[in-house]
């Protein structure tokens, strides 16, 4: 079944190559090989919330208090 | 305690962190500091030594004693936690040491080069940190520990680009002229479209042209770091990216002022040209004051086009976020391109920038944390010494070769203790400040033409001088403080995305990148030359 097999470049951190199915979802594990979040939703909601809770607190010290 | 030869990364790290926290705190390190100008955030590393160390400790030690699961703390704190402090380590020591060095070694070489290159080069956290990735991973590799840490990179640069949205305000592209606007909207809006054009023609990847478009049509590298998450660019991509547009910038410094001349280029119709067609604010600058270092107006002018140009940023963040939803799907429909798949962190950014225009940071016409207020203040004054010393220079003559204008303006320095407008005129606030504007403007000319040997004032005078420009030009604390938080968050992410940049993968991504932003970025310059030459005349200053 060697011919179904595809190469993408993920490893670890994205560096080298991986052999996988040509039916797997290889955007999907690249993703997670660039990422510790299962999705970039995920990943993009964390940013916000930390953003804005770092945001909240920098007001807090140099404005508000 | 299966677990302890695995963490030993991890504590020999956070040790380092530990042991550099308290010999900076010691004292022993102030007055290397003190020659690499960083003595102002010796509490800043005495505190993230001590903190980012002790949570090394503290997961090593936790490490040591449970089994590795799958749980959340697992995945997002104690696997990526040795990575994460390698490359915090790595941030710490490029700013604290790296970058003050090559800052002292620029500023030896300006005598010999006529420019400062860390500012020319960008030389700064952005291209040290990615340098630094990539160096590791292409000699030593990734160490094994570091790897799920790594991955945190793009995640922590997102934070960055969403605290890039506090530095920016609306108010302030709206007060400036709607004519920079209009031309310079017409160049930024036109090479982003004529790039994603020629990556169309020239078969690049959309993630490559992407984050290309916004490189070449906005602000250089603020705005390919902003742009790469967005059009999900890869590492080498963004790399590449900066790498073009910085060589670009830099033949432009060059080239521009030489052809300015040639065409006999009016001072304001130069800093029209230059700050529409050089990307890199830094460049922008050099150019300007190459072209003319004795009018301040070709300066003034330069950086407002520049301002302007930056400020499009939110609006091509959205545009190519559009666009790119669109373009990697088959057929979406409106929802789907807008609401799905719209990255969410851009909202972030977006959110930002509302809240700085509507003045939550700081006054809404600043940029960058930057305001000037003429507003009458004890804090704007100059001292009674530099008072003295501006009298007397007036009453003994001292002060000879200036123009009416600025002769007025220093007689209203004296007068006023300070810049600001006419008293009696404070409450139409419009008028007031246009007033404190242009004394602003006349003193600030003064001090050029005093650089220039073109005219002759004492030292002390023009001292006080330079203190009564620097007392009008406040910094906003939050913004600064945000600002500090982006350049870590940004230094951290850069330096992980460098570590996933191969040689493999630089050689795969090929020169193309590099033809399309020299066609794209020569066409700009090229249009702007014409469109400048054909309109602008002289006064663009409101």
Not at chain 2, 32 to 47: E, G, I, P, S
Not at chain 2, 239 to 246: E, F, K, N, V
Not at chain 2, 394 to 421: F, N, S, Y
Not at chain 2, 467 to 476: D, G, L, N, R, T
């Amino acid at each position: 079944m060697s011919e179904d097999k595809i190469k993408i470049e993920t490893g670890d951190a994205g560096k080298g190559e991986s052999e996988i199915s040509r039916d797997a979802n290889t955007e999907e594990l690249e993703e997670r090989a660039l990422s510790v979040f299962a999705s970039e939703r995920n990943e993009d909601l964390t940013a916000l919330i930390l953003s804005l809770i770092t945001t909240f607190l920098v007001l807090l010290f140099t404005k508000w208090l | 305690m299966a677990q302890t030869q695995d963490n030993k990364p991890l504590f020999i790290i956070s040790g380092l962190m530990i042991l550099y926290a308290v010999i900076a705190s010691s004292g022993i390190l102030h007055p290397l500091m003190k020659y690499l100008h960083t003595a102002k955030t010796a509490d800043l590393q005495v505190t993230m030594g001590f903190i980012a160390g002790g949570i090394g400790i503290l997961g090593a030690l936790v490490n040591s004693v449970r089994k590795p699961g799958t749980t959340i703390i697992d995945r997002f704190v104690l696997q990526p936690l040795p990575g994460i402090l390698l490359i915090l380590l790595m941030a710490m020591a490029i700013r604290w040491y790296v970058e003050p060095v090559v800052k002292l070694i620029s500023h030896s070489l300006q005598p010999v080069l006529g420019f400062k290159i860390y500012k020319v080069l960008n030389l700064n956290y952005v291209i040290l940190g990615l340098l630094a990735g990539v160096i590791l991973t292409n000699t030593y590799g990734i160490p094994k520990f570091a790897q799920a840490g790594v991955k945190c990179a793009r995640f922590v640069l997102k934070m960055g680009v969403i605290m890039l949205g506090a530095r920016y305000s609306f108010a302030e592209l709206a007060k400036l002229g709607t004519y920079s606007i209009f031309l310079v909207g017409f160049f930024v809006l036109g090479t982003v479209f004529f790039v994603l054009w020629l990556g169309g023609i020239f078969r690049q990847p959309k993630t490559m042209t992407g984050v290309l478009s916004a490189g070449m049509g906005v602000c250089g590298v603020s705005a390919t770091v902003a742009v790469a998450p967005v059009v999900k660019a890869k590492s080498e991509e963004m790399a590449y990216t900066i790498g073009t547009i910085l060589s670009f910038g830099i033949i432009c410094m060059f080239v521009f002022p030489t052809i300015g001349h040639l065409a006999g280029m009016n001072a304001v119709q130069f800093g029209a040209w230059a700050g529409t067609g050089i990307l890199n604010s830094a460049q922008v600058a050099a150019a300007a004051l190459a072209f003319n270092a004795v009018d301040i107006k070709t300066l003034k002018v330069a950086e407002i086009f520049n301002i302007t140009r930056v400020l499009f940023l939110p609006i091509i963040v959205l545009v190519l976020a559009t666009w790119f939803g669109k373009e990697s799907g088959k057929k979406l429909t409106f929802k789907e391109v807008v609401i799905d798949k719209f990255p969410i962190f851009i909202l972030g950014f977006l959110l930002l920038f509302a809240m700085s225009s509507m003045g939550l940071f700081s006054p809404p016409t600043h940029y960058k944390g930057k305001f000037i207020d003429f507003s009458y203040n004890e804090r704007s004054q100059v001292t009674e010494k530099e008072w003295e010393t501006l009298k007397a220079a007036l009453e003994t003559g001292a002060i000879k070769g200036l123009t009416p204008e600025q002769m007025e303006a220093v007689r209203d320095l004296v007068a006023q203790r300070q810049i600001a407008g006419n008293y009696e005129d404070r409450n139409d606030k419009k008028l007031f400040y246009h007033q404190g504007e242009q004394r602003m403007f006349q003193l600030e000319s003064i001090l050029a033409a005093a650089k220039a040997k073109t005219v002759e004032i004492p030292k002390d005078v023009k001292a006080a001088i330079k203190h009564a420009v620097k007392q009008v030009h406040k910094k906003s604390k939050t913004v600064t403080t945000l600002t500090d938080c982006m350049i870590w968050f940004f230094a951290f992410g850069l330096i992980g995305l460098g570590m996933q940049i191969t040689k493999k993968a630089i050689m795969q991504a090929g020169g193309w990148p590099l033809v399309i932003g020299v066609i794209s970025g020569t066409t700009k310059a090229v249009l702007s030359f014409v469109v400048v030459l054909w309109l602008v005349k002289d006064v663009v200053l409101k």
